[in-house]
């Protein structure tokens, strides 16, 4: 009966079929129904077409989530539109998101304003949350962080553990005069205590680094792995680096985390995990295992340099020669643009040496090109002389990474120099890092912070990455995350899916968190995810 109600064109009988086809846990016409997305999807625009706007709601969360149909975009800012119009509160504040991140849209923040204000005014807590995010600058643009605290404590009458988060990180990073340590940790903890996985994470990494609070490992420790066994991935890795460099350094413990968030398909990880492979910290040192993971890691698009690979397979450095091999990792960077993209990186800039004169030198094998340390080193100086800034590059990170040679900052410091000299950003990229730790060079945060600006200006990717893994996580600068959001918005236009992934991955959270149940899982703009960028570049 239901089927045929829904085939004869009653609307009310299609959007029931479509619930039971996407839930499987019916029965129509005396048969049980089982769960089949694409007739659920199939039978909601049938309904959708007619008006129905519980139908429309769920065809706007199902294709900008890409959960139960393949996501798009476009389609969903128009079944959002069309529930938004007929005052659906869940539909309002997804078609607010979509504007304020220009997901299938033009970004417009006025129209995002509106559109979370319809759904606010109807009491929706996401329409509240929108509001909070787009003034405390997690859009981009102007902040009014009076507002934000406005919108952001309405959520929290609602018993939102999102935007107790949102809110504790406000008062923790925000405007000076509006910082309140004492209020921002309380709401962390019982955010945390009610189960948000980010609570757990924030509180973690706080004890971790000592900030806002004394540096207590143990209480590190125990905020990071419950925020590890609630699903939040980037735990694993800061686990990894809890052991590595906290109090009590235990390098096996550090690699188990490692390979957990590894495991988990976390690319800092994996990059990671192929580094401590290569050295032998904490695991068995092993060629094959830190080429498969680093190689991992480069699907995933991480800024890792491909043409490090290549380096290691066409000389031998750590891994067993294999030219071939050596030849595709050649071809992926020359296809990236180099090392640091097309754009002021290793390749195509001044004094840089693109990926193809990689690949042109390969044949040369073993008489072109030394596998020996020490006669590799004298081969890099010798082109370095010649005006290679790529050459400049790998003698900074042969000191910097002390596998060969006895580690030495200054030296580093000074070929990174040179390389910035010669017009190659990736110099001017890896030098900031040295600035921000102090390494081989005065500590100066400011000399780090013009360097990484002037790189990603000229296009280098990896900088503009940095740039809002720092304004995010506020350890070297102040929070501020309408500039982190800036440069992560920036990187992704420039070309790097890295960052897009992660503006695509906040869409499908902010989607969840339209619905009636907030996504306890969800971490928003602006929320620090993986540990420093600087402990993985040095």
Not at 37 to 47: I, K, V
Not at 390 to 417: F, H, K, S
Request: proline share 4%; hydrophobic share 45%.
């Amino acid at each position: 009966m239901l089927r045929e109600l829904a085939e004869q064109g009653n609307a009310a009988a299609q959007l029931r079929l479509a619930q039971l086809y996407e839930r499987g846990d019916g029965v129509a016409a005396g048969a049980v129904v089982a769960q089949d997305l694409s007739q659920a999807e199939h039978w909601y625009r049938c309904a959708g077409q007619q008006g129905s706007l519980a139908a429309q709601t769920r065809l706007g969360e199902m294709y900008l989530t890409g959960v139960g149909a393949a996501q798009d975009l476009e389609q969903a800012a128009d079944w959002n539109h069309r529930a938004a119009r007929g005052g659906e509160p869940f539909a309002q504040a997804r078609l607010g998101h979509q504007y304020a991140s220009g997901l299938g849209l033009k970004r417009d923040t006025l129209t995002a304003e509106h559109w979370f204000h319809a759904a606010a005014d109807q009491g929706h807590v996401a329409g509240n949350f929108g509001l909070g995010m787009l003034y405390a600058g997690g859009y981009g643009g102007r902040t009014d962080p009076a507002r934000a605290l406005h919108w952001l404590e309405r959520c929290l009458a609602q018993n939102d553990s999102t935007a107790e988060l949102c809110l504790g990180l406000l008062l923790l990073y925000g405007e000076p005069q509006m910082r309140d340590v004492g209020r921002a940790l309380a709401l962390l903890e019982h955010a945390a205590a009610a189960g948000q996985p980010a609570a757990m994470f924030q509180l973690g990494e706080l004890y971790r680094r000592g900030r806002h609070v004394a540096r207590h490992a143990v209480n590190a420790e125990t905020w990071l792995r419950r925020a590890a066994a609630s699903g939040y991935l980037a735990a694993w890795l800061s686990l990894a680096q809890l052991f590595r460099s906290g109090p009590t350094p235990d390098p096996k413990a550090a690699a188990v985390m490692c390979q957990q968030a590894a495991a988990l398909g976390d690319g800092e990880a994996q990059y990671l995990l192929g580094r401590l492979y290569l050295a032998g910290a904490g695991v068995e040192r092993n060629s094959k295992l830190a080429a498969r993971w680093l190689s991992r890691a480069a699907d995933r698009l991480v800024t890792v340099p491909f043409e490090r690979l290549g380096d290691r397979y066409a000389m031998g450095l750590g891994l067993s020669r294999e030219l071939q091999a050596a030849a595709d990792w050649f071809h992926r960077a020359a296809a990236q643009g180099g090392a640091a993209g097309a754009k002021g990186g290793a390749a195509g800039a001044k004094g840089g040496t693109p990926p193809l004169y990689h690949l042109g030198s390969l044949p040369l094998g073993g008489p072109g090109t030394p596998s020996d340390p020490k006669a590799l080193r004298a081969w890099y100086r010798r082109v370095a002389k010649q005006g290679s800034g790529a050459a400049c590059i790998e003698l900074g990170i042969i000191y910097v990474g002390g596998e060969t040679v006895r580690r030495n900052y200054v030296a580093a410091a000074r070929w990174y120099a040179q390389a910035a000299a010669l017009g190659v950003e990736e110099g001017r990229y890896l030098l900031a890092f040295l600035h921000l730790r102090g390494l081989g060079v005065a500590q100066d945060t400011g000399r780090a912070l013009s360097l990484l600006q002037r790189a990603a200006g000229n296009g280098h990717l990896s900088a503009a990455w940095a740039l809002y893994r720092l304004y995010t996580d506020g350890q070297y600068l102040a929070a501020d995350p309408a500039r982190a959001n800036q440069w992560l918005r920036h990187a992704a236009e420039a070309g790097s899916s890295a960052a897009a992934h992660l503006l695509a991955g906040e869409a499908q959270r902010a989607g969840a968190q339209a619905n009636a149940v907030p996504a306890t899982g969800a971490q928003p703009t602006g929320v620090p995810a993986s540990p420093e960028t600087a402990e993985l570049v040095l």
